[in-house]
C-alpha cells in the first residue's frame, strides 16, 4: 500500500461520503489521481461507492489497528511481557515474519499485527484468507528457557482457551473449541490457530504463535475457502465490531497462558478447554496421512492428545491429525 493509498483509507475509515476536490486538496493531488488510487484499493478487497454530487466512501466503515488502543487494553502485568508491538500493513504472513525474527535472536514477548497478508498460513500449508483490514493476523514470538520443544505440548489448545476467554468477554458466547487449533461456532470454522516450534529437544526453544480470527469477511474473499466458515459479524449482527478492543483482549488472554505456560503447562486449562470441546461426543474421522481413523470423539486425556473410540471398543490416543464430522471438513 502506498503513503498516498494509506492516507485516503484513513480519510474513508468512517464510511461516510468525501468529495473528491476534498480528497484531492488532503493528498495534494489531481481529482483523477484519487479515482486511480481508489482503484487500487479495490485490489486489496477494499470495494467503494461513488456517488455524483457526493463523492467516495468505502462499502464498509475499517477501524484500523492503533498500537495505543491495542496496549490501553492491556493489564498492567502483561505490558512489560511484551519486547515490541509493531502493525503492519502487509505482510506475508505474521508467523513467516517471526519466525524469520526469531532466527535473528528477537526477544520474546515479540508481538506483530498485520492488516492485510499475502500469503496468510493455515494448517498443512493451507492459505488463511486474509483481506485488508477485516479481520484479526496476530503472532507472538515466546522463548521457552526450560523443558526443550516438550515444554510446548498442547500449547495450541492453551493458546484457544485465551482467544475463547477473549471472546467470552467481548460478548461472543457459545464459541468452542475443535482439536487441536481451530475455534468454532455452530459448526462453521471462526478462527485458527498455528504454533511453530524451533529449538533444542533438552534445552531452550521458541515459538512462534499465530491466530488468525475473522470478524468481517467478504464473500468475494471467502471464495476460495473449502470448508463452512463464519464471522463475528455474522455472529452479533452488528456491522461494526470495536476491532482494537477486541486485538487487545485476545493478545491479554493469550500473554497470561504464555507467561504461566512455563510453569503451569495444558493443566493450567485443561478442564477449561474440556467445556469448550465441540468435538466430544461426535462420530469423526481422523485423517492422518494416508490412513484414515473412524469412531466416535472422547475427548481429550490429560496430555491433550485427541481420544478416538473405534467401532469394536477399544479407545486409542492420538498427538496429530486432521479430523472431521458430521458436515464439516477440516
Given at each position: 500500500?502506498?503513503?498516498?493509498q494509506k492516507k485516503i483509507l484513513t480519510l474513508?475509515?468512517?464510511?461516510?461520503?468525501?468529495?473528491?476536490?476534498?480528497?484531492?486538496?488532503?493528498?495534494?493531488?489531481?481529482?483523477?489521481?484519487?479515482?486511480?488510487?481508489?482503484?487500487?484499493?479495490?485490489?486489496?478487497?477494499?470495494?467503494?461507492?461513488?456517488?455524483?454530487?457526493?463523492?467516495?466512501?468505502?462499502?464498509?466503515?475499517?477501524?484500523?489497528?492503533?498500537?495505543?488502543?491495542?496496549?490501553?487494553?492491556?493489564?498492567?502485568?502483561?505490558?512489560?511481557?511484551?519486547?515490541?508491538?509493531?502493525?503492519?500493513?502487509?505482510?506475508?504472513?505474521?508467523?513467516?515474519?517471526?519466525?524469520?525474527?526469531?532466527?535473528?535472536?528477537?526477544?520474546?514477548?515479540?508481538?506483530?499485527?498485520?492488516?492485510?497478508?499475502?500469503?496468510?498460513?493455515?494448517?498443512?500449508?493451507?492459505?488463511?484468507?486474509?483481506?485488508?483490514?477485516?479481520?484479526?493476523?496476530?503472532?507472538?514470538?515466546?522463548?521457552?528457557?526450560?523443558?526443550?520443544?516438550?515444554?510446548?505440548?498442547?500449547?495450541?489448545?492453551?493458546?484457544?482457551?485465551?482467544?475463547?476467554?477473549a471472546l467470552q468477554a467481548s460478548g461472543f458466547?457459545?464459541?468452542?473449541?475443535?482439536?487441536?487449533?481451530?475455534?468454532?461456532?455452530?459448526?462453521?470454522?471462526?478462527?485458527?490457530?498455528?504454533?511453530?516450534?524451533?529449538?533444542?529437544?533438552?534445552?531452550?526453544?521458541?515459538?512462534?504463535?499465530?491466530?488468525?480470527?475473522?470478524?468481517?469477511?467478504?464473500?468475494?474473499?471467502?471464495?476460495?475457502?473449502?470448508?463452512?466458515?463464519?464471522?463475528?459479524?455474522?455472529?452479533?449482527?452488528?456491522?461494526?465490531?470495536?476491532?482494537?478492543?477486541?486485538?487487545?483482549?485476545?493478545?491479554?488472554?493469550?500473554?497470561?497462558?504464555?507467561?504461566?505456560?512455563?510453569?503451569?503447562?495444558?493443566?493450567?486449562?485443561?478442564?477449561?478447554?474440556?467445556?469448550?470441546?465441540?468435538?466430544?461426543?461426535?462420530?469423526?474421522?481422523?485423517?492422518?496421512?494416508?490412513?484414515?481413523?473412524?469412531?466416535?470423539?472422547?475427548?481429550?486425556?490429560?496430555?491433550?492428545?485427541?481420544?478416538?473410540?473405534?467401532?469394536?471398543?477399544?479407545?486409542?490416543?492420538?498427538?496429530?491429525?486432521?479430523?472431521?464430522?458430521?458436515?464439516?471438513?477440516?
Amino acid at each position: 500500500m502506498t503513503e498516498k493509498q494509506k492516507k485516503i483509507l484513513t480519510l474513508l475509515a468512517n464510511g461516510e461520503f468525501h468529495s473528491g476536490t476534498a480528497l484531492a486538496e488532503a493528498l495534494g493531488v489531481s481529482r483523477s489521481a484519487i479515482c486511480k488510487q481508489l482503484n487500487g484499493l479495490s485490489v486489496l478487497g477494499l470495494q467503494h461507492s461513488a456517488v455524483s454530487g457526493k463523492g467516495y466512501r468505502l462499502d464498509k466503515p475499517l477501524e484500523l489497528l492503533e498500537h495505543s488502543k491495542i496496549v490501553s487494553v492491556l493489564s498492567e502485568q502483561n505490558k512489560p511481557l511484551i519486547s515490541a508491538l509493531e502493525i503492519h500493513d502487509s505482510l506475508n504472513s505474521t508467523n513467516t515474519y517471526l519466525v524469520e525474527h526469531s532466527q535473528r535472536n528477537a526477544p520474546s514477548g515479540y508481538v506483530c499485527f498485520a492488516e492485510h497478508q499475502t500469503a496468510g498460513k493455515g494448517r498443512r500449508g493451507r492459505q488463511w484468507v486474509s483481506p485488508y483490514g477485516s479481520n484479526l493476523y496476530l503472532s507472538i514470538l515466546w522463548r521457552f528457557q526450560q523443558g526443550g520443544m516438550a515444554a510446548t505440548a498442547g500449547l495450541s489448545l492453551a493458546i484457544g482457551v485465551a482467544v475463547i476467554r477473549a471472546l467470552q468477554a467481548s460478548g461472543f458466547n457459545e464459541v468452542g473449541l475443535k482439536w487441536p487449533n481451530d475455534i468454532y461456532y455452530q459448526g462453521k470454522k471462526l478462527g485458527g490457530i498455528l504454533i511453530e516450534v524451533s529449538g533444542e529437544a533438552d534445552g531452550p526453544c521458541s515459538a512462534v504463535i499465530g491466530l488468525g480470527l475473522n470478524l468481517f469477511l467478504p464473500e468475494a474473499e471467502a471464495q476460495t475457502i473449502t470448508q463452512a466458515w463464519t464471522d463475528l459479524t455474522k455472529i452479533s449482527g452488528e456491522k461494526v465490531l470495536r476491532r482494537n478492543a477486541l486485538a487487545g483482549a485476545v493478545l491479554n488472554q493469550m500473554l497470561i497462558i504464555l507467561n504461566g505456560y512455563e510453569t503451569l503447562g495444558l493443566q493450567g486449562c485443561l478442564e477449561e478447554w474440556r467445556r469448550y470441546d465441540c468435538l466430544k461426543g461426535q462420530s469423526a474421522t481422523l485423517f492422518i496421512g494416508q490412513q484414515h481413523i473412524q469412531g466416535t470423539v472422547e475427548g481429550v486425556d490429560d496430555n491433550g492428545l485427541l481420544l478416538i473410540k473405534k467401532q469394536e471398543g477399544t479407545v486409542q490416543a492420538y498427538a496429530s491429525g486432521e479430523v472431521s464430522f458430521n458436515a464439516m471438513s477440516s
